[in-house]
């Protein structure tokens, strides 16, 4: 279907521009863009985007699906813009066989309406020990290599990992959190989790396990990519590898951009994440960190947990929130803050895992797919969290005050979100 | 009468509220030691005490103070019931909030526990501990001690040394005689003192002789071992020889300094068997006797807040 899309705010991360215009939608593919006033779906002054690709979404299948199913994950993100989903492979059984792989991307293909690229297990069973099948997984379309929150401890299984990694030109993404240390801990160390009594890891278990995979990188020249960055104490080690030259990128959920860690205060479970939430000191300098561009993707780590496992004590509840209907308009509130600007903004939401990737898609240029949405950055609205089209509602966002919709949500010019 | 239904730490206490449990205690000291040690203030009620983690001592002082107030009491064993069966906590508290008790007396390994569990329920629920949290009516008895060996609780220093990482009876003393206006340090080797404690209004020292100068009264703390996961001391001969409290160590204190133990003690490990037994010095029997007489005055004062409650519902 050919369409023009007119009178919008064209947010362009690659030349870093805001400005009104049209969109001409062409057999799924952007096909012309003209000024405004072209005859078209007038879309009344509001933000046209390059989609969402959202890298580190869990769905619960398979394994899990009272959690998350591929079809309310699909709804979930249409409605939170994300256009692409890259998965992660730490379900149950773990997606670490090109078999199992390929039983997910069938799944994903009937039940989801946006793109699905998913990531497979980097060793067997996620457990640090063997590597799994890299070729034969790429073949079957797995984007990256990760297991997911459990760091590869074994620096001799990693290094073959990155080097055999390599030389496919595969991406590991890593969970850069020292394992020892943090072993059992459920806050950021400091006064507040000793006055609340929890286990506490320090956030330099997070910059120990950085650096040491930041060495494996420099002697095996693999392509690297932290999940999620949380702390100052990490940046010196990625501002250095990225200085040297080394293929190194790094990521952020909008949880760490946007709460710190009092907000657990009251042994409130729902904001108990992997990292755990740092000090507001950390917090402004990883805002930071995304402005400069040192940080390279913001994302959701969208983690579905029923009801079940978070009404526990805080240290036996499950780690993890839901975001894929959150992250826009969480990651508004640092706009509306004036800590980044739009199109800085869609840099990090879509550009560069975009690029990290290899997609088409991310931008808005002549024959990049028509993967877009249309938003309302100001909209305010009281988040009821029963109102998650997610299977699971365990967002730390519940009640809070945002801003920030969706209006429509389009796949390869197909619209998968909003009134038509 | 307490503002809160429910006794979750010393955190959620006023100054004026910690006086007043005190001052209430000083009547069942009284009572305790007379040969009728019954009074009424519990009758009718049903108190339960669920204990998620071994104890002796504790439990049994709860279970006294709820009978010599005249409360029904039951012990239930949380560690043989249901929650090995797989039952989650808020599904026993709701099970058991059907049965209608009036005081849950809860202890869990995990902190902030018993909070969680006094959402689900309707009764009023005293920690008798969670996790690394807090202890409080082992702090309250422990500000009784003080109080009645010092005539009075302000303007003192305090020591408090040894394992304050794993220590929620370390952190509701803190809070508590924080509150109070007293001088507080924490005396401990580096390894046992949790990250940031030095920013919750306290003074820290590793350094034991350096520490008990000039001190009133010298808490000793248990060496946890069952808590640890992992080498947080070289070996037991070496803390005792650092941080053993003995006489020559205590010679740095006041000379009236008196010394503490919430108990249970390892003897030559955290404290010199002779010097916990020195009726001169040692307040330790005495904090037991204080332990009854604190829970009483507390289990009344949450029993008149329920009547009160009761109360506001028929009008």
Partial sequence: ??????????????TGTDTLGALRIENGLIAEILPAGTEGIDC???????????????????????KESFRTAGMSAAAGGVTTMVTRPDTTPAIDTPEILDF?????????????????????????????????????????????????????????????????????????????????????????????GLPGVSPMAERIQLERDLALVEMTGGRYHADQITTAHSLPALQRAKDAGLQVTAGISAHHLTLNQFDIEGYRTFFKLKPPLRSEDDRLAMVQAVSTGLIDIICSMHTPQDEESKRLP??????????????????????HAEALTLPQLFRNLSLNPAKLLGLASGRLAISAPADLILFD????????????????????????????????????????WGPT | MLTSRHLLGIEGLSKQEITAILDLSETYVRQNRQPN??????????????????????QSSFEIAGKRLGADVMNMAMQASSITKGETLIDTAMTLNAMHPDLL???????????????????????????????????????????????????????????????????????????????????????????????????????????LKGVDVVMMLRLQKERMDGGFIPSTREYYHRWGLDAAKLANAKPDAIVMHPGPMNRGVEIDGVLADDINRSVIQEQVEMGVAVRMAVMDLLARGLRRQEKDVMV
């Fill in chain 2, 37 to 58: 040690k019954h009074s009424n203030a519990l009758n009718g009620l049903t108190q339960v005490n669920m204990f998620f983690e071994a104890s002796t001592r504790t």
């Fill in chain 1, 314 to 335: 805080f240290e036996e509840a499950a780690s993890g929130a839901v975001g894929l209907e959150t992250l826009l308009p969480a990651c508004l509130q640092l706009v």
């Fill in chain 1, 44 to 66: 009344n002054g509001k933000c046209l985007a390059p989609g969402i690709i959202d890298i580190g979404v869990k769905i619960g299948e398979p394994g899990e699906r009272h």
């Fill in chain 2, 105 to 211: 007396v809860v202890r869990h390994p995990h902190s902030g526990a018993v909070a969680l569990l006094a959402e689900k329920v309707n009764c009023a629920v005293l920690n008798a501990g969670d996790g690394q949290h807090e202890h409080p009516t082992q702090a309250l008895l422990d500000a009784l001690t003080i109080r009645r060996a010092k005539g009075r609780l302000h303007r003192l220093t305090i020591a408090i040394c040894g394992d304050i990482a794993h220590s929620r009876v370390a952190r509701s003393n803190m809070f508590l005689l924080g509150k109070m206006e007293n001088r507080v340090r924490l005396i401990g080797p580096r390894t046992l003192m949790p990250a940031g404690v030095d920013q919750l209004g306290v003074e820290v020292t590793d350094n034991m002789v350096e520490g």
């Fill in chain 1, 377 to 416: 950055p100001d909209k305010p609205f009281v988040l009821n969290r029963s109102n998650l089209l997610s299977k699971s509602k365990n967002t730390p966002y519940d009640l809070r005050r945002m801003q920030g919709s969706v209006l429509k949500a389009f796949v390869s010019g197909k619209q998968v």
């Fill in chain 1, 104 to 196: 997910f991307r069938r799944r994903a293909a009937d039940m989801v309406p946006v793109n699905v690229l998913p990531m497979a297990a980097l060793t067997k069973g996620r457990n640090g020990a063997e590597m799994t099948e890299i070729s034969f997984l790429q073949d079957a379309g797995a984007v990256a290599f990760t297991d997911g929150d459990r760091p590869v401890s074994n620096p001799k299984v990693l290094q073959r990992a990155l080097t055999y990694a390599a030389d496919l030109n595969a991406l590991v993404m890593a969970h850069p959190q020292e394992p020892t240390l943090s072993q059992g801990a459920c806050a950021t160390s400091g006064p507040l989790a000793t006055k609340m």
């Fill in chain 1, 1 to 14: 279907m050919n369409f023009t899309l007119t009178n919008a705010r064209l947010i362009n991360p690659e």
